[in-house]
Structure formats: structure tokens, C-alpha cells
């Protein structure tokens, strides 16, 4: 299974690799895309995974991604339906790649939220390239999809969250001012945690600290008989799992085996009403967004439409990401004099956008040397005996 998930990211940084060579193209590598009337209902197409371990993710990015597009779209005279794509992340990105091609097909699709994790951004890039389409994540954060010499996405895919070149560092130099001298790191088998791991891990060795590398296919649940190769000693365990499930479970058998290491999730695992062992760890690329007070009436609206869920870190990121491919179709239906000429228009006007109060606080612009946001961090939180996580770092 490892083997043949390795081949296929291996093909698509091949593919990857030909198209930097063709950079001087830009967007012009594919025929025009059939123009479409900006008066009519444009649709955004979501790919992420809604059912499965990491359903609870996809969800909240969803009802995020609804409630900006319901407040924002008719202040710039826009129409806009979404549609989702459903990527189970135990599917694999076989299912990534069907949903590029139903996106892709309807030719009122003029932009598209995510893929909301690293692996489906690999498997559907280059579709969505050649297609035109720009695809934001809200969530992707594998360092390869937007640097490097030989990038896994295309000049048509952006984040608004920063990817693990920050998070996996920060993550390891707090474990370091934690006093760790034994890590173990896992991975599951798949871009994003691999990405992540290899991050960390580089910065634990460069100063000095033990490792251990663990590799596990993602489908796993049961992790006792990986726990009784945690060291007695281990002070943490790097555990970027996409399941916050998977995280409590590992976290529960680690203290029914004794061990005293304490496990250090990633983004993935930040789901305070799945992953709440105390005194565990979680870094998330979003902050508290209530701390920011001109967040007050979008919190409000969203709890309004959204009664029976809880402020998350998830959710606010697909906000942001909604809010820049609303602004890029706007200014490309006014370029084009009322239609979307070419679906093009929408990924050459997204670099141009800058957001004053950005929902995840301050000015949001993009790098100019990337397609990543620029000047964004990191947030580690600390698991408390009530639940909470809170802000330590």
C-alpha cells in the first residue's frame, strides 16, 4: 500500500516538474474555457472529505465556506452556488481525481475550495491546471505543493494557511524548550503527516535531540502494539494524524502502557470534542478568532446559522479562502465586461488580493515569491484537565 501511494505522488512531481519548466506559459498551457455570464449563477466547486475519520473537517470548512459566500457574494454582485466533492482520507487520491473531473466538466464551475488535505492536492493539481480552475486550500499545508525545486502542485493552487516549513519547526523547537531529549515521530503513510514529520524532525536531530521515525498506514486504529515501541523514556510523541480520533486513542493507550511521553498532534488532531486527553499537544495554523473584536458580527452570523456547533480552527481559514476567490471573481467579471471570459481570469486575479481585516487576523496578502500566505504562523495549544485547549505557545 505504501509502496504504490509513493508511485503515485512520485508520477505527479514528475508531472509537477514539466510544468515548472513551462512557467514562461503561465496560464495559457490549455484552449480557452467557454465564457460565462457573471449575471448567471456561478458555481465553486469543494473538495474535501465530509464523511470518515476526518469528516468533522471538511464540515466546518463547509459551513464556513456557506456563510461567506451567503454574506460576502451579493456585496459584490455575485451569484454563487458551491458544490461539494466528498474525499474520505481513508480513500486515498484515486477519489480526489474523480472529483477534479466532475468539477472540471461543468463549465459553470469557476473556482474551487481545497482540497482541503496535502495528498488530494497532489492527485488533482494538475487537472485542475490544465482546466484553468485555482483551487484554494483552506487547510493543505505539505511544504512541496508551493516550494522547492520541483513543486507537487501547480501555479494554480493556493493556501491561505502556511504550510509545514513553519508549523514543523515551531512544533519541534517548543518540544525543544520543553526540554524533550527523546521524540518519536510518526507517519501515516501519506503527504501531509510525512511532510510534517520530515519537518520536525530535521530540527530535533540539528539540535541534538534522540529520534525514532514510526510509519503506519492511515487505516490503522488500533496503535498498542506501536505504543510498546515508545520508549520508556520518550518525552514526545509526534502524532500528525488527520483523525483526532486516532490521536485520543493513541494518547489513552500510551497512559495504559505507562509511558509517560505526551502526544504532540498537528493541525489534523484539533478537534476539541475528539482528541482531550490533558496535558497533550496540538499546533493549528488559526488562532482564536474572538480575540480579534471586528470578528464579533461574522462569529455571531456564523453561530446563527450554525446553532449547534462550536468556534473552531478549521472553519475560520475556508472563510478567508472563500472571501479571495469571491474578490478574484469579481474583479475577473469586470475585466471581462460582465462574463468569465476564460476560467484563467480567476487564478491571475488571486494574487492580487489583499484583505484588511483578515478573519484570521491582521492584513492577508499572498507571498510574492509563493502561493503561500505572507508573514503567517503557528499555534500551539495545551489540553487542559476541562478540555480546553489552551494558547501556550
Request: hydrophobic residues 40%.
Given at each position: 500500500m505504501k509502496r504504490r501511494g509513493m508511485s503515485a505522488i512520485a508520477a505527479v512531481a514528475v508531472v509537477a516538474a514539466a510544468l515548472a519548466s513551462t512557467a514562461s506559459a503561465g496560464l495559457t498551457v490549455a484552449a480557452k474555457t467557454q465564457a460565462v455570464s457573471c449575471k448567471s449563477t456561478l458555481k465553486i466547486g469543494f473538495t474535501a472529505p465530509f464523511t470518515g475519520g476526518a469528516g468533522f473537517l471538511g464540515n466546518e470548512q463547509l459551513s464556513w465556506?456557506?456563510?461567506?459566500?451567503?454574506?460576502?457574494?451579493?456585496?459584490?454582485?455575485?451569484?454563487?452556488?458551491?458544490?461539494?466533492?466528498?474525499?474520505?482520507?481513508?480513500?486515498?487520491?484515486?477519489?480526489?481525481?474523480?472529483?477534479?473531473?466532475?468539477?472540471?466538466?461543468?463549465?459553470?464551475?469557476?473556482?474551487?475550495?481545497?482540497?482541503?488535505?496535502?495528498?488530494?492536492?497532489?492527485?488533482?493539481?494538475?487537472?485542475?491546471?490544465?482546466?484553468?480552475?485555482?483551487?484554494?486550500?483552506a487547510s493543505a499545508t505539505r511544504t512541496a505543493l508551493t516550494k522547492g525545486l520541483t513543486k507537487s502542485a501547480t501555479p494554480a493552487f493556493f493556501r491561505v494557511v502556511p504550510g509545514d516549513y513553519i508549523q514543523g519547526p515551531h512544533d519541534a523547537h517548543f518540544m525543544i524548550k520543553k526540554g524533550a531529549k527523546n521524540v518519536v515521530l510518526f507517519d501515516f503513510q501519506e503527504p501531509y503527516s510525512q511532510g510534517l514529520a520530515d519537518a520536525a524532525q530535521l530540527v530535533l536531530k540539528a539540535k541534538g535531540v534522540s529520534t525514532t521515525r514510526l510509519s503506519v498506514a492511515n487505516t490503522v486504529t488500533d496503535f498498542s502494539s506501536f505504543v510498546t515501541k515508545v520508549a520508556s523514556d520518550a518525552d514526545f510523541v509526534f502524532f500528525p494524524t488527520q483523525k483526532p480520533a486516532d490521536a485520543q486513542n493513541f494518547a489513552q493507550q500510551l497512559i495504559e502502557q505507562g509511558k509517560k511521553a505526551k502526544v504532540f498532534g498537528a493541525d489534523g488532531a484539533n478537534d476539541s470534542t475528539?482528541?482531550?486527553?490533558?496535558?497533550?499537544?496540538?499546533?493549528?495554523?488559526?488562532?482564536?478568532?474572538?480575540?480579534?473584536?471586528?470578528?464579533?458580527?461574522?462569529?455571531?452570523?456564523?453561530?446563527?446559522?450554525?446553532?449547534?456547533?462550536?468556534?473552531?480552527?478549521?472553519?475560520?481559514?475556508a472563510y478567508l479562502a472563500a472571501q479571495v476567490a469571491l474578490n478574484a471573481i469579481k474583479r475577473a467579471c469586470d475585466q471581462g465586461g460582465g462574463s468569465i471570459k476564460d476560467r484563467r481570469d480567476v487564478v491571475r486575479n488571486i494574487k492580487r488580493i489583499l484583505v484588511k481585516n483578515s478573519i484570521l487576523g491582521g492584513i492577508f496578502r499572498f507571498s510574492t515569491k509563493s502561493n503561500d500566505p505572507l508573514n503567517a504562523g503557528f499555534y500551539i495549544f495545551e489540553i487542559q484537565r476541562d478540555g480546553r485547549y489552551k494558547l501556550v505557545g
Open positions: 465556506a456557506k456563510y461567506a459566500v451567503k454574506t460576502l457574494a451579493p456585496k459584490y454582485g455575485l451569484k454563487i452556488k458551491i458544490i461539494t466533492g466528498d474525499t474520505p482520507v481513508e480513500l486515498g487520491p484515486a477519489i480526489a481525481q474523480t472529483v477534479a473531473q466532475k468539477f472540471i466538466a461543468d463549465k459553470t464551475v469557476v473556482a474551487v475550495f481545497g482540497p482541503s488535505t496535502s495528498g488530494n492536492v497532489v492527485a488533482s493539481s494538475k487537472a485542475f491546471f490544465d482546466a484553468g480552475l485555482a483551487h484554494i486550500s475528539a482528541f482531550k486527553v490533558a496535558g497533550s499537544f496540538v499546533s493549528n495554523f488559526a488562532p482564536d478568532i474572538s480575540q480579534f473584536s471586528y470578528n464579533k458580527s461574522i462569529i455571531d452570523g456564523w453561530k446563527k446559522d450554525n446553532p449547534k456547533e462550536t468556534l473552531g480552527s478549521f472553519g475560520p481559514p
